[in-house]
């Protein structure tokens, strides 16, 4: 063995697809191979950037109101716009950005906490644990859904967190049935026979077998919820269910410009709508591209 | 079926449903039958047909006023402007055709051919039913029926079949004008008494569903939350036959929609649009829109005296100074509106009502004040709404909310629905208010009846008891009721004054009743209850 | 089969119990208070808690659930405050109003979505395919009240194509005598043409609206369905007997992969039904999930545990029926019984 050439192509090993460079690798494949993915992928960035920076590039103050500049169409000054009380569209969709991704990401942080584990606790467990989980889930699934996080807002209080709370009891039966069904597969599977045989503890089990195993899956499903957990805010806004004004949120200044819109001043709902739609939009398609990254085979 | 004549097949099934977009075919019935019928729309309809029934909302009013007819009613005179108004200092016979006012009585004499619709008179033992029936129920209509002395069924007697007697208890200016509000109407006694069961011997169920009236307009059909259908009486007696045969009155939620209905021509008649809507209407000149000040009526923020600091009068006339007067008549009420502030002092001169106070927007006045008093930091508190009027007091209370963060008070908006907020009323908790009231009867002494009065009324949202208040209303009462003139006036100057300097409750402006109709719609006439009237309507 | 019924029930009846609890629960921690409402607007304090007194509502709340439950099972739903009308009576008049304008908006995503999935997955990867993806997905990124009112706006409004948002038939017409409650069903049947383009005239904007929604689930799992179907043994067989395509594709692969269609079709249904009080806020649709709105937000509990409960029951029974249904479709379910 003295050569340093470089072996010829035939002879070179190929190294088994693990680990995370594997990973990496194949999504920069799936997202090379998929443009639609490619850009969900850039949207995302550029959403997460703006909810970080928005405050400090927004040229105007989104809650100093200006009667008499009220109304104004986009132009230079106001790319966007101004409302009602004066206030520049522009600057207040860029701040509610950071709010609104907020919602989502804290929606399905909750629900992924609660729902994971109801779920493998049903799924691990079986039992009393799973009947009683699965009755919960199927009681909250009998509720028309938005109607149910519209009692449980009005019931608690329009706040930020209640929103949340909201989303997430909505969602908790999908994310517990994901989890679950996971958890019932690996239960009696052979590695994790082989951590019980070498005296790992269930609850440690759980976390290191189990849980890594679930993560893919809960992930494309995050992705779509958040999406929905935006939409849902924007539908209680609609209602006067949302978040308490002044705060800048998409959802209610679509709802507040919804009754301008019949006289000319489409500009206050629409810009937020898009922002909106682009928002969802760009969730939605995130998740169909990591679906693909993490299991080919179950592309749709 | 291959991929080919899957699509064809879609094709034609669309093309079948009429998406291609062409008008409608018109039936010639249809095309006739509008002329004489009014399309009404609005936010809300009824949920009750009976004033005098239980939670009865301000559309059942309307049905309650339409359909039903009273002793005596308000005639009408035309404002500067142009519009025409119901006058509150004429009464005109209704179903009694004259009267006779002793100190003890008034005495009533019922028309002889005024028939209920179900074609049996209407006499005498009718109108004394009735009349037990609103100082019993209870609620809104017995507290209004005593807002007039009218308290007790032993005040009320059918002498004969035509001729009736309210006995007087005192006296009291608002006695007459109480019985031609909408409370005292005139009910079917045999007809309801038959609908009555032991636990309902007024027979409030029934008529909460169907009229049992002798008015201009009758009931044919009526979908809780979507439409009323009215058909006019043909026999009605009471006054000149109304020109409209029909009126529809559909419930549209979505107030962009009411006024895409009104612009493109689809609907005849539109209330409650956002005043912005109206002042483009008007503009545009498409439709007309009928403006009249709401009489006795003022849109106010409300403080609550028992809940500090607004017990500290320096306190609330700081938040009189901070209030942005000319921002909210400009982008709230876009002028449809008559401003209540900067006026030349708060000692008035005139019992004009409602009149200006003097303050206005002075931030430094403001601040000044607040420091004076002790909270040269500022403090903490929460301004509350109805949400059921929030196209006016959502973007108010920002505006509100902003000028005041500039005095150092840090506030947080609280929405409460409809519904909610009468309880939140009676419950007297709400620090900071943005609230409407108007009166029925167009005396300000009516007015701080309810609003400014130690007895504590739901409608004095402030709490405030300042027995010299109490004095001055009471006074200014009873000097009307003995028509002494000069007593009356001084004490209603001195009323205003005081709540002007105190400013429990801080005006802001007297909101325009608008009303967006068709050019083609005659005879609209402005009331005291804000409602339509359909009988003076008409439609070329 | 029977034992599958059988299995079932015994799982829908806590859930439906649950159910009750959960609405009853969540109405009586609502922040309104009816008793003020009946009482009117010049009520003093006392005079609302006598009104409190007299709906039962100071006492404890398992007594008050008691007396709910015992009401349910008369089949009374109590009264309704803000049309001041028995909520089962509301229910059963605005139950068809509702189910027609979604099965409507169904229709729509229907007939836009399958073509569309079998598209994708015909031409899997191609510009299509991710043309496909990225039109069910817009239509269900945007808020749906948003789409209503826009579509208000440009074909009412400013293009006039479609009628006046007033509701389930202009005023002018009379609604067909009630048959099924269905507009367009009870016209035809009643031979009234004029009533029924009227009818179906309104029905347009807001079934479209509705339709956009349901897009994209449908279209995805007709494309992941036709995917692995394409995909299977036979129909590798009969591409390799020389079959046209278009007869593989329609008449073999797709009839095929309809199934879980049809099962996703069920789904979205009931969460259509739940889901479209926005969309009869803004085209003022007399259905019961406005209804259902305008009570909740003025805290009017019995027309929200009505509602819930109708759902519930419509929601647990439409599943099991679609279970059965496939079951009887697909023998391999059947086995597995």
Known sequence: MASDAPMPASEQVVRPSTGLVATLSHARYVITENPVTAFAFTLFLLIILIAIFGPLVAPYDPLVSDTAAALQAPSAAHWFGTDQVGRDIFSRVLIATRLDVTIAISSVALVFVLGGIAGIAAGFFGGW???????????????????????????????????????????????????????????????????????????RIVLTQVLPNIMPIMVVQMSLTMGYAILNAAGLSFIGLGVRPPTPEWGIMVAEGAGFIISGEWWIALFPGLALMIAVFCFNLLGDGLRDIIDPSRRT | MNRREFLKSSSAAAAAIGLSGLPLPWSAAYAASRSDTLLLISENGPNNLDIQGVG????????????????????????????????????????????????????????????????????????????????????????????????????????????????????????????????????????????????????????????????AFKVEKWTPGTEVLYVRNDDWKCGPLPALQRVIWRTIPSAGNRRALVERGDADVSFDLPAKDFAELKKGGKVTVASTPISNGMWCIELNVTKPPFDNVKVRQAIAYAVPYQQIMDAVMFGEAKPLFGGPSNMVETTAWPQPTAYATDIDKAKALLAEAGYADGFETTISFDLGQGITSEPLAILVQESLA??????????????????EMAKKSMPFMINFFSGWLDYPEYFFFWCYHGQNAVFNTMSYQNPEMDKLIDGARAAAAAKDTAAYDEDIKKMISLAWDEVPRIPLFQPYLNVAMQKNIDGYVYWFHRQLDYRSLSKS | ??????????????????????????????????????????????????????????????????????????????????????????????????????????????????????????????????????????????????????????????LGWAPAPLGRLDVFFIAPPNITGFYLIDSLLAGDLETFQAA??????????????????????????????????????????????????????????????????????????????????????????????????????????????????????????????????????????
């Open chain 3, 200 to 337: 179906l005239a309104q029905l347009v904007l807001p079934a479209l609206t509705l339709g956009l929604f349901a897009l994209a689930p449908i279209a995805r799992i007709t494309r992941a369905s036709m995917l692995s179907v394409l995909s299977s043994e036979f129909i590798r067989t009969a591409r390799a007997s020389g079959l046209e395509p278009g007869k593989v594709i329609i008449g073999y692969a797709f009839r095929n992969a309809m199934l879980p269609v049809v099962t996703t079709l069920g789904m979205v249904f009931s969460f259509l039904l739940g889901a479209n009080v926005l969309v009869e806020k803004v085209f003022a649709w007399p259905g019961i999930g406005s209804f259902a709105v305008e009570a909740l937000i003025q805290s009017d509990y019995a027309p929200v545990q009505g509602f819930v409960l109708t759902m519930a029951i419509l929601y647990v029974a439409l599943n099991l029926a679609i279970d059965l249904v496939y079951g009887l479709i697909d023998p391999r379910v059947r086995m597995e019984g």
């Open chain 2, 406 to 423: 500039k005095i150092g008070i840090k506030t947080t908006i609280d929405k409460v629905p409809g519904a909610n907020w009468r309880g």
């Open chain 3, 1 to 158: 089969m029977l034992r599958n019924v059988v299995r079932r029930l015994a799982v829908i009846i806590p859930t439906l119990i649950g159910v009750v609890i959960v609405t009853f629960l969540l109405t009586r921690v609502l922040p309104g208070d009816p008793a003020a409402y009946f009482a009117g607007p010049t009520a003093d304090a006392a005079s609302i808690e006598q009104i409190r007194h007299n709906l039962g509502l100071d006492r404890p709340l398992p007594e008050q659930f008691i007396s709910y439950v015992k009401a349910l099972a008369t089949g009374d739903l109590g009264n309704s405050l803000s049309t001041g009308q028995p909520v089962i009576n509301e229910i059963r008049s605005r139950l068809p109003a509702s189910a027609e304008l979604t099965l409507f908006g169904l229709f729509f995503a229907i007939i836009i979505a399958v073509p569309l999935g079998i598209l994708a997955a015909v031409y899997q990867d191609s510009p299509i395919d991710h043309f496909c993806r990225v039109v069910t997905t817009a239509g269900v990124s945007l808020p749906v009240f948003f789409t209503g009112l826009f579509f208000v706006y440009i074909f009412y409004y400013v």
């Open chain 2, 56 to 215: 009865t909302n301000r559309p059942g009013y309307e049905a309650s006023w339409n359909c039903y007819d009273r002793l005596i009613g308000y005639g009408t005179k035309t404002l500067e402007g142009g519009g025409v108004s119901y006058d509150k200092d004429k009464i005109i016979p209704e179903l009694a055709e004259s009267w006779e006012v002793t100190p003890e009585a008034i005495t009533f004499t019922l028309r002889k051919d005024a028939k209920f619709h179900d074609g049996t008179p209407v006499t005498a033992k009718d109108v004394k039913w009735s009349f037990d029936r609103s100082v019993t129920v209870g609620g809104f209509p017995t507290t209004q029926m005593a807002a007039g002395s009218l308290l007790k069924p032993e005040q009320f007697e059918a002498v004969d079949d035509y001729t009736f007697k309210v006995m007087i208890v005192r006296p009291d200016a608002l006695t007459i004008p109480d019985l031609a509000v909408i409370v005292p109407c005139v009910f079917n006694s045999e007809l309801v008494k038959k609908n009555a069961t032991t636990d309902d011997p007024w027979g409030l169920e029934y008529t909460k569903n169907n009229i049992a009236g002798s008015g």
């Open chain 1, 129 to 203: 644990t799973d009947r009683i989980i699965s009755r919960i889930s199927d009681t909250i699934m009998a509720f028309p859904l938005f109607v149910l996080a519209m009692g449980i807002v009005a019931a608690l209080g329009n706040t930020v967190t209640n929103i949340v709370i909201a989303t997430a009891i909505v969602n908790f039966p999908l994310y517990q049935r994901i989890a679950r069904a996971e958890a019932n597969i690996r239960r009696e599977a052979g590695f994790v026979q082989a951590a019980r045989l070498t005296g790992n503890s269930e609850a």
